[in-house]
């Protein structure tokens, strides 16, 4: 399992190369909000969101480059701290440690709200067991509940385990947070390297029921989503237990909307950029309308937009 030094160390590297590029190139006129090259963090759980801002914003902005590092939510925000990224893109605000890094060195920082996203649970294609509340999440993650069949709709008599990216994901911490877990060995968990390979790891693993960020499997336009979303099923979560199966919601976007789904979380841009240079320039563009646009398309909640919810009946 890669270390947080580890992916700041692999991380260091390839900027340091992009930035040796950079300055060896022509230096025909200075950086702009839109011209210019960076290198942003970003939590890995919400690359197919960010790639498809990247590429939209590269498109439309003809000389400027945006470099992206898709690394745990945790390194995301230590590679800004020590100057390697001119922005970060995480679920979380700062800890109050992290805030004492710009304290100290009397510098201001920005967190703005892009999106709101929320935690799926998904299972194979096979199973059963697709309705799960909060409360017994709970259990599961303190250890109390360990087999399917002890969930109220439960019906196999298979272990719970539940798999999530790696260790220091955000995906973990927030149901850590959430679920007020002190002590992550007391639960079932399994770690692989990306939402990518917990959604590969399900699909061929009846019985396990992976965690992932919703944007990885909500984009019907993403030319993956067929790959990522075959042999796998959805999971229903309502607050609590209910004998109403119409209270278990999937994250669709309109239950993120309406706040049905208990488990969302919003998405952040983070930055100590200055002046405004490119970094301010690609945070224009993705709360401006094409870039909330964007994250309309990939089935997320918009920050900066109305939604249209439109009440449909069988007659």
């Known amino acids: 399992m890669k270390t947080v030094k580890s992916y700041l160390a692999q991380s260091l590297l390839l900027m340091t190369v992009a930035l040796t590029a950079c300055q060896s190139g022509d230096k025909q006129s200075e950086e702009t909000v839109s011209r210019g090259e960076i290198t942003i963090s970003v939590d890995e759980s ?67 709200h892009m999106a709101t996203d929320a935690i799926a649970f998904i299972t194979h294609g096979s199973s059963k067991d697709t309705l799960i509340s909060v409360e017994e999440l709970k259990e599961v993650m303190h ?17 719970i385990t539940l798999v999530l990216d790696n260790d220091n994901s955000s995906n973990l911490q927030y149901l850590l947070d959430t679920l007020q877990v002190a002590d992550k060995k007391q639960s079932p968990l399994f770690a692989v390297k990306s939402n990518k390979e917990v959604i590969e790891y399900v699909q061929k693993t009846p019985g396990a029921v992976g965690v992932i960020g919703v944007n990885w499997i909500s984009d019907i336009d993403d030319p993956e989503h067929p790959t990522f979303t075959k042999g796998i099923k959805v999971m229903g979560v309502a607050p609590k237990y209910s004998a109403n199966l119409e209270d278990y919601i999937q994250p669709y976007q309109y239950a993120i909307a309406l706040k049905k789904y208990p488990l969302s979380r919003n998405i952040y841009l983070i930055t100590k950029e200055a002046k405004r240079g490119l970094g301010t320039g690609f945070i224009n563009y993705v709360l401006s309308d094409p870039g909330q646009r964007i994250v309309l398309k990939s089935g997320l909640l918009p920050a900066t937009q109305v939604i249209r919810l439109i009440e449909t009946r069988n007659f």
């Open 46 to 112: 919400l690359k197919p969101i960010i790639q498809a801002e990247k590429e939209a914003f590269e498109a439309k902005t003809k000389y400027a480059k945006v470099n992206t590092v898709y690394v745990p939510e945790l390194a995301a925000i230590q590679l800004m701290l020590k100057d390697s990224t001119r922005l970060a893109v995480v679920t979380r605000h700062l800890k109050p440690d992290e805030k004492e890094v710009f304290e100290k060195a009397n510098l201001k920082y920005r967190a703005l």
């Open 143 to 159: 250890g109390k509940i360990t087999k399917w069949n002890q969930l109220k709709y439960g019906k196999s008599n298979s272990k």
